[in-house]
């Protein structure tokens, strides 16, 4: 560490867990402990009540030098570091994570505002990935091919690929980066994490259990921030490959920004995700499943099912049993454990998304549920949106059109099967798409035809497990690996391959020829 007062680890993580009614200061974590930064300092609110609960710095330039120069010095030695090793230290942070849970979705609750048990959820879906990468011993093997020609011998091995960084959103702020980080780090990378500078308090609890789980200093940085951070991440030379999750928009800038400095890089964008309801659907299993998925997480979840297509005559029974299920969602403080949906992140984002309620009106779509009037007593203050619930939604509306990112849910009816896939091939995004049928030769038609990422038939939200990679197509993903599983293997090594020659050649002297195969 040079030239940087840092703070001890205790101190950070009080400051980064105290209670409410104290503002807590949200730093960098550098070089094995937390390091406050200079540059400005951005309000992080409580979605719940309205207020500012925290402080986080953005990292100025310098602050994303010195992250770089710790990671670039930590690589020397931590990609030496025997597999074996690398998977106990893994092991030890999943106990870790595993032990202090409810404290990571506690503070993952309090800033994004998602109920308790979605948060805790979330974190075992990001502990998934960590017990993955303790297999790394098993996931790096490479494969070696025998005499292809006399006494030469081929091997394949995958090695690191240097200092890596991870971008991510506000609406998983601790899953997303653990998409990342422990794949990359049990490839003998080192990693700097760019979390959202609106909900970054939980970044700064899973450095921590890198700590306890005695992950050599320097290997796993976090610098906070905004877009500053992460042009300097994208232009810094030092930095090898960059993961990103994200709008689109950014994750277009992030992919074309990253190619032209020469990193390798993955950008994960945003979404539109369909479900379409065939007529043989099991009609209530297929309102809970669009209510589960449209309203869950109050919409910020890229797997959100945002657009529910009905085919042939189920449209009125559907529309109606979606809104009775619309109208009995309980919406209450992130902290409280009879709520099913907190508020959306911040005041803006709220606002944001009742515009587009706003326009779907106007724009001559059915409000079957209006959320717009919702009053959370005692929490007047707090982000909250009721969930709303649009019928006969035209393509062409900016409801349909556009990633909302909130509690909206727009039924589009059609008349065959052949008209929902036209509108999915239509959609410029790609990430997740479900079918809901009791046919089987239908669905499987649909998982193969539809030119969507990640598929579910009769699953709602078809989030691969950690063994599978997560990934979409089109506007949703910029790259050619998805994230996590076999494809965060790949992405997060580099293929070798070494030629080898022991035996005594039978011709001796020089032979100018190209290698023939004898
Ligand atoms: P965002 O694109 O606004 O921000 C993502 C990250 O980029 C943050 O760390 C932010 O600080 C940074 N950033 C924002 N604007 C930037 C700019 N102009 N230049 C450089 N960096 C910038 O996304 P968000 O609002 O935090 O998250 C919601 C979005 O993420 C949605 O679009 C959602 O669909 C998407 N998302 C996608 C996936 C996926 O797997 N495809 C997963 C989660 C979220």
Redesign the pocket.
């Known amino acids: 560490m040079v030239g940087r007062h840092t703070l001890s680890t205790r101190d950070a993580a009080e400051a980064a867990v105290s209670g409410p009614g104290t503002r807590r200061e949200i730093v960098h974590w550098i070089g094995g402990r937390p390091v406050p930064g200079r540059g400005p300092r951005l309000e992080v609110a409580d979605p719940s009540t309205g207020s500012v609960q925290a402080e986080v710095t953005a990292a100025t330039l310098e602050d994303v030098e010195l992250a770089v120069a710790t990671a670039g010095e930590a690589y020397r030695s931590w990609r030496e570091v025997p597999l074996g090793r690398r998977a106990q230290i893994l092991f030890r942070y999943r106990e870790a994570l595993e032990r202090r849970r409810r404290e990571v979705a506690e503070l993952v609750s309090r800033e994004h505002g998602k109920v308790l048990a979605d948060a805790l959820g979330e974190v075992s879906r990001g502990a998934e990935v960590v017990e993955y990468a303790c297999g790394i011993p098993a996931l790096l093997a490479g494969s070696a091919t025998p005499q292809v020609s006399t006494d030469v011998d081929v091997t394949s091995v995958r090695q690191p690929v240097g200092v890596m960084a991870g971008?991510?959103?506000?609406?998983?702020p601790a899953m997303?980066p653990m998409w990342m980080f422990p794949i990359a780090i049990a490839c003998g990378n080192t990693f700097i994490l760019?979390?959202?500078?609106?909900d970054p308090g939980a970044s700064l609890l899973l450095a921590e259990l890198w700590a306890e789980a005695g992950l050599p200093d320097g290997v796993f940085n976090v610098v906070q921030g905004?877009?500053v951070a992460?042009?300097a991440i994208l232009e810094h030379p030092g930095v090898a490959a960059v993961s990103?999750?994200?709008?689109?928009p950014?994750?277009r800038?992030?992919y074309e920004t990253a190619a032209r400095t020469h990193k390798r890089v993955q950008a994960?964008?945003?979404?539109k995700n369909h479900m379409v309801v065939l007529p043989d659907a099991d009609l209530d299993r297929a309102a809970d499943a669009a209510v589960s998925a449209g309203f869950g997480s109050a919409g910020e979840r890229?797997m959100a099912v945002s657009v529910v297509v009905a085919v042939g005559a189920v449209g009125d029974a559907l529309v109606e049993a979606i809104a009775s299920r619309t109208r009995a969602v309980k919406v209450g403080p992130s902290l409280d454990p009879d709520a099913e949906m907190g508020p959306l992140v911040t005041a803006a984002h709220r606002d944001r998304v009742r515009a587009y309620v706003d326009a779907g009106v106007a724009e001559g779509a059915e409000l079957v549920v209006d959320g717009r009037g919702l009053v959370v007593p005692g929490h007047e203050a707090g982000f909250f949106l009721g969930p709303c619930l649009f019928d006969r939604v035209q393509p062409h509306m900016s409801i349909y059109r556009d990633?909302i990112?909130g509690p909206v849910l727009c039924v589009v009816r059609v008349d065959t099967y052949d008209e929902a896939l036209a509108i999915l091939a239509a959609n410029p995004y790609g990430?997740g798409v479900a079918v809901f049928t009791r046919d089987g030769a239908a669905a499987r038609r649909f998982a193969m035809e539809v030119e969507v990422g990640m598929v579910g038939v009769n699953v709602p939200i078809p989030v691969p497990v950690a063994s599978h990679s997560?990934?979409?197509w089109r506007a949703?993903?910029f790259g050619d690996t998805h994230?996590h599983g076999p494809h965060g293997i790949h992405f997060c090594t580099r293929t070798k391959v070494i030629t080898t020659r022991w035996g005594d050649p039978a011709e001796r002297g020089p032979d100018l020829g190209f290698p023939r195969t004898r």
């Open positions: 971008i991510t959103p506000f609406n998983f997303v760019k979390p959202s500078e609106k905004d877009r992460v042009d990103f999750v994200g709008s689109t950014v994750a800038h992030v994960l964008g945003g979404a890229c990633e990112f990430n997560f990934g979409g949703s993903l994230a």
